[in-house]
C-alpha cells in the first residue's frame, strides 16, 4: 500500500513564523500535491509538482511557498504566518498517468496563535 | 471554480439502509473520484470512474456517471455504523490530474 506520511499531526506556531510541513511517500510516484481544508470549503490546491525541482500554483498559493529537492519529499513552507493559515493541511501523491488516484496522509492540523 | 457541488450536505440513516449522494459540476471532465474522509483524518480513495464509464461497482459502492447532465452519484447500500464519514468527489479536468473538491456530504450511520 502507498504510505503518504505528514510530520505532524497537529503544530501550534506564533504569527510571523517561518513554518515548514513535511510530507514523504514512499511508492516513487511523481506528482505530489498540498491541500488546505477549511469547513464547508472542501479541499482547495496550494501547490502540486509533477517532478523533482518543478512546481505548479494551485487555486490559492498566495502566503505560501513549497520545496521538492528529491522525488520522495514535498514541504510547504508559510514564509510569514498569519492567523488565516489557521487550518487542516493535506498532502497528496499519485503517478503521473492521469486516470490516477491520488493518496493523501492522514492531514497535519496547523493553528496559528 | 469547477469544483464538483454535493447533495446533500447532511445525511442521517440507520444501519442496514442504502445512502445516496449527488455531485453535479459545471466542466468537461477527464474522470470523477469519490473519496471518503473519516473524522480528522486524510481523505481515502473509493472509486474513480472516467468519463467514457457509466457505471462502476466496489463492494457495496455503485458510482454512475452521466456525462450529458454532469452529474455523477455514489450510492453505498446495507450502510454500516463505519461508514459514518464525509463523502467527496472531485474533478479531474486536466492531464496532471489535479483535482477540484466539493464541500462534501456528512454522513452518520446509526446502530
Known amino acids: 500500500d502507498v504510505k503518504v506520511t505528514q510530520s505532524s499531526r497537529y503544530l501550534v506556531k506564533r504569527t510571523g513564523e517561518k513554518v515548514f510541513l513535511e510530507c514523504v511517500q514512499d511508492?516513487?510516484?511523481?506528482?505530489m500535491f498540498w491541500y488546505r481544508q477549511d469547513p464547508g470549503l472542501g479541499l482547495r490546491l496550494i501547490y502540486f509538482?509533477?517532478?523533482?525541482?518543478?512546481?505548479e500554483k494551485g487555486d490559492i498559493p498566495e502566503g505560501y511557498s513549497v520545496s521538492r529537492e528529491k522525488k520522495e519529499r514535498f514541504s510547504l513552507i508559510l514564509e510569514s504566518a498569519s492567523t488565516n493559515q489557521t487550518s487542516m493541511y493535506l498532502c497528496?501523491?499519485?503517478?503521473?498517468?492521469?486516470?490516477?488516484?491520488?493518496?493523501f496522509g492522514d492531514g497535519t492540523r496547523l493553528s496559528i496563535l | 471554480s469547477q469544483q464538483g457541488e454535493e447533495d446533500p450536505q447532511a445525511l442521517s440513516i440507520q444501519e442496514g439502509e442504502n445512502a445516496t449522494m449527488n455531485c453535479s459540476y459545471k466542466?468537461?471532465?477527464?474522470?470523477l473520484q469519490w473519496y471518503r474522509q473519516n473524522s480528522g483524518r486524510g481523505l481515502v480513495h473509493l472509486i474513480l470512474?472516467?468519463?467514457?464509464?457509466r457505471e462502476k461497482h466496489s463492494g457495496r459502492l455503485r458510482v454512475t456517471l452521466d456525462t450529458s447532465k454532469k452529474s455523477s452519484s455514489l450510492l453505498i447500500t446495507a450502510s454500516r455504523a463505519a461508514d459514518t464519514a464525509s463523502y467527496f468527489c472531485a474533478l479531474s479536468t486536466d492531464s496532471w490530474g489535479k483535482l477540484q473538491f466539493g464541500a462534501g456530504t456528512q454522513v452518520v450511520v446509526t446502530p
Open positions: 466542466t468537461s471532465i477527464n474522470n
Open positions: 511508492m516513487d510516484h511523481e506528482n
Open positions: 497528496a501523491s499519485k503517478r503521473i498517468l492521469s486516470n490516477q488516484p491520488q493518496h
Open positions: 509538482s509533477y517532478d523533482v525541482k518543478m512546481k
Open positions: 470512474i472516467r468519463s467514457n464509464e
